[in-house]
């Protein structure tokens, strides 16, 4: 009988110790196994609160396949000993393929707005670094010199994503210098023309009928200008012949009066072009639109790539994306989209190469921390961490309990370049940052500690309101999600 306890005690104790290291979070630690060693099909990630997983759709190629048993939880690491409540997702890796840590790297996660570097990568591989968007302005009525009058209808048409106040004076400008100080007849715009980042064309129309006019234009319109002046102060003339900075506020206030209503309706085939006004370079609005994080940006673009199952098919057949490792149901990052950390490693990787073809690097279209202005300006600010992260984030409040993400490359004093993709989810996104900072840290003191990256830093094309450090609450266009009606 004494025996037979024993051997029970033994055995309970031996079942207690199974299911304790069973539950401790999943970390490996490696350095040999190659970038391109080809990933298992992903399990579904389960939801740590209600134990319900997400299942990706299936493909006809992989109905008749065996589902992957549902994964154990992964338990986010506290780095700082205080619980933190959610699961983690976790890949890095060296330059050159070997890993450095891991955890749950095949099971999809919310990526959030890191999704903006799939459409990143999709814009470049199909319009190239410098393409430029264009805006045309059209007429059909007949223009006396002399009086400066266009007798008929102004058109707008194009699809620019960046098209804000700024550029709404400089067509005005350029109006003015082709002797153009006013129109008797309506402003036509054409569909889906937009501006200052608004949706609605008639509302865009309605704000740029507004700019043109100097005795109509806004306060936040003559900001927009001085910073845009200020911003770009070194230069006198750009690359398509505007006039910038001090000298073109000193030449007096552009000015073009539109006598008639404002209307959206395509450009009749009678018009003829007066000017055609063109964007930043591809590569520098990609720079705003990432340093800031803008939504609005990022779905235009998608909208031209084709949405986003063109640009999930750019992921599959141009950066070696597995189809069931990526779910996409928006191109900046709104709403429930599914990525594994492995294939955002891929995007990551994908979008290097890419923009090395044309001598570019990550910097120049990734926000640096600390220095550059957006949604990590206010992290890794300290020496000598500051500079030594170049990433995108990633932020959703509420839809998966709770979204956040960091992805991109950090730099150590061995003259290390580490690529990093964290998702974290179901849980305070405050404290999924906190500990993404501290993780990140963690691992370049591991290497030696931070060492900034070489970068000198730019203006941007565009000054955007700061989307990382106002109220979560408020309804913006930016890497938040919007607030509820």
Known sequence: MMKLKTSYRFASALLFLTLLAAANPIIRAQNSTPANQSPQQPQSPVNVLSQQPYTFPQTPSQTSQTPAPFPTP????PLDGTPLAGSQGLLVETLDGR??????????????????????????????????FTTAVWTDGTFDKATGTITGDLYISGRDPSFHYEHAVQIARELNRQGVRTVTGDLIVAPRFTMNFDSSTQRSGEQLYDTLDATRRSAAAIRAVQDYAMLN????????????????????????????AVYVDSVPRNAHTLLIHRSSKLVDVLKVLLCYSNNFMAERIGDTLGGPESVRRTLISSAGVPSWNVSLASTSGLGVNRVTPRAMMKVLRALRAELAKN????????????????????????????????AKTGTLTRTDGGASALVGEMHTTTNETLLFVIFNQRGSVVRFRENQDRLVTQIQNSHGGPASFVYRPLALAMRLADTETGAVSSARKDEYEPASN
């Open 233 to 260: 102060s070194e230069r006198t003339i750009s690359d398509d012949g505007m006039l910038l900075g001090n000298e073109a506020i000193n030449q007096g206030a552009p000015s073009v009066a539109v006598m008639g």
């Open 359 to 390: 001598n570019l690097e990550l910097s120049d279209i990734l926000p640096v921390a600390g220095i550059d202005p957006g949604t990590l300006h206010k992290r890794y600010t300290t020496y000598p961490s500051r500079g030594s992260v170049i």
């Open 74 to 77: 992964v338990v986010v690491p």
């Open 99 to 132: 890993k450095v840590m891991e955890a749950a790297p095949d099971q999809a996660f919310n990526p959030a707005s890191a999704v903006k570097l799939a459409t990143a990568l999709s814009a470049l591989r199909t319009f190239g670094s410098q393409y430029r």
